[in-house]
């Protein structure tokens, strides 16, 4: 089963018309604790310009995550406490957040259980 995975991934990937018809969305990285809030700032910026100026539509995980840790957590290293695991891997919440985010880039809604 393996190799038929890797057999129709290889074709797939090797045929770049396919990537020619399909609508993608950037997903800019989110805030981490390997990154100072500054530094993150300065990051985010310059990939938004480079997609804004390539009209490579995108989400930002950062709104993705300050939205789930709500309106009452508002600094950068409280946000990171309350949706990231070890400050790098997104709780669940987050990432579901984030996928029904993606999703309704393309006008698709999902219910997503806890």
Same mark, same amino acid.
């Given at each position: 089963?393996?190799?038929?995975?890797?057999?129709?991934?290889?074709?797939?990937?090797?045929?770049?018309?396919?990537?020619?018809?399909?609508?993608?969305?950037?997903?800019?990285?989110?805030?981490?604790?390997?990154?100072?809030?500054?530094?993150?700032? =300065?990051?985010? !910026? %310059?990939?938004? #310009?480079?997609?804004?100026?390539?009209?490579?539509?995108?989400?930002? /995980?950062?709104?993705?995550?300050?939205?789930?840790?709500?309106?009452?957590?508002?600094?950068?290293?409280?946000?990171?406490?309350?949706?990231?695991?070890?400050?790098?891997?997104?709780?669940? =919440?987050?990432? !579901? %957040?984030?996928? #029904?985010?993606?999703?309704?880039?393309?006008?698709?809604?999902?219910? /997503?259980?806890?």
């Amino acid at each position: 089963m393996h190799s038929h995975l890797l057999t129709v991934l290889t074709k797939f990937c090797v045929n770049t018309a396919a990537y020619d018809n399909m609508e993608r969305v950037y997903i800019i990285p989110g805030y981490n604790k390997k990154l100072t809030q500054t530094d993150f700032q =300065q990051f985010e !910026q %310059k990939i938004q #310009q480079q997609l804004d100026a390539d009209k490579i539509p995108y989400i930002k /995980l950062s709104h993705v995550m300050t939205t789930v840790a709500g309106d009452t957590i508002t600094s950068y290293d409280k946000v990171i406490e309350d949706v990231l695991t070890y400050g790098i891997h997104l709780h669940v =919440q987050t990432g !579901q %957040k984030l996928l #029904q985010t993606a999703l309704s880039h393309y006008n698709i809604t999902c219910e /997503l259980r806890q």
